[in-house]
C-alpha cells in the first residue's frame, strides 16, 4: 500500500495518477465524493477529465472491502481518493440527524477507526497495488469551531495509522512528490 498526502490543491491527484500509472497498465479508481452541490459536481468533473478514460471509475465509501479483496486482479491497480471525504462521509453517517451538541466525538472515532481497520486489512490482502490519497489537515491553525478541530484530529490519527502501515507514503507540496517513507 502507498499512501500520498498533502494540503488542498498540492498535486496529490495527479501525483497519485502518474505513480499508479507506473504500477499497473489498468486502474480501478474509487470515487469517495459525494455530490451535493454545483460546486462539488464540479470538482467531480474535473477530476473525471484529468483521468484515462479507460480507466474503471467506482463510485463507492461504504463497503470498501467488498471491492478491495484477496480476488482483485494484481494487474489492476487501485487510486482510492480520497481519505480525508470518506471520514467526512463516515462521521456525517454515523450522526444523521442528530444535532451537533450531542455528538459523541468518541464514538464517531470509534465508528471511523473500525472501517479504517478493515480497509487496511483489505489493503493487506489484496494482491492489486494500492495507492491511498488523503490530506494533511494538521498544518494550519487550530480551527476555531468543535466539529472542525474533532475532525483535523480524527483525520490525523487516521493518516498516521496508514502511514504507519504503508510500505511507501509519499508527501506532495506545490506539485512536487517526496517519498517520506520507503
Request: net charge negative; with cysteine.
Amino acid at each position: 500500500m502507498i499512501l500520498i498526502t498533502g494540503g488542498a490543491r498540492s498535486g496529490k491527484s495527479r501525483h497519485g495518477e502518474r505513480l499508479v500509472q507506473e504500477k499497473a497498465g489498468r486502474v480501478l479508481y474509487i470515487a469517495t465524493s459525494m455530490v451535493f452541490d454545483d460546486e462539488m459536481a464540479e470538482r467531480v468533473r474535473h477530476h473525471q477529465l484529468s483521468r484515462p478514460s479507460h480507466w474503471r471509475t467506482l463510485e463507492a465509501w461504504r463497503d470498501l472491502p467488498d471491492v478491495i479483496t484477496p480476488d482483485n486482479d494484481p494487474q489492476e491497480a487501485i487510486l482510492l481518493e480520497c481519505i480525508t471525504t470518506l471520514i467526512s462521509n463516515l462521521l456525517f453517517d454515523f450522526v444523521g440527524d442528530t444535532p451537533e451538541a450531542q455528538w459523541d466525538y468518541a464514538a464517531i472515532e470509534a465508528h471511523i477507526d473500525a472501517h479504517i481497520t478493515r480497509l487496511l486489512t483489505a489493503c493487506a490482502t489484496c494482491p492489486s497495488p494500492v495507492i491511498l490519497v488523503t490530506n494533511e489537515v494538521g498544518m494550519g491553525i487550530v480551527p476555531e469551531n468543535r466539529l472542525a478541530r474533532h475532525f483535523r484530529d480524527i483525520a490525523g490519527r487516521v493518516n498516521q495509522r496508514l502511514a504507519e502501515q504503508a510500505e511507501q507514503v509519499w508527501l506532495v507540496v506545490s506539485g512536487i512528490g517526496v517519498k517520506i517513507k520507503g
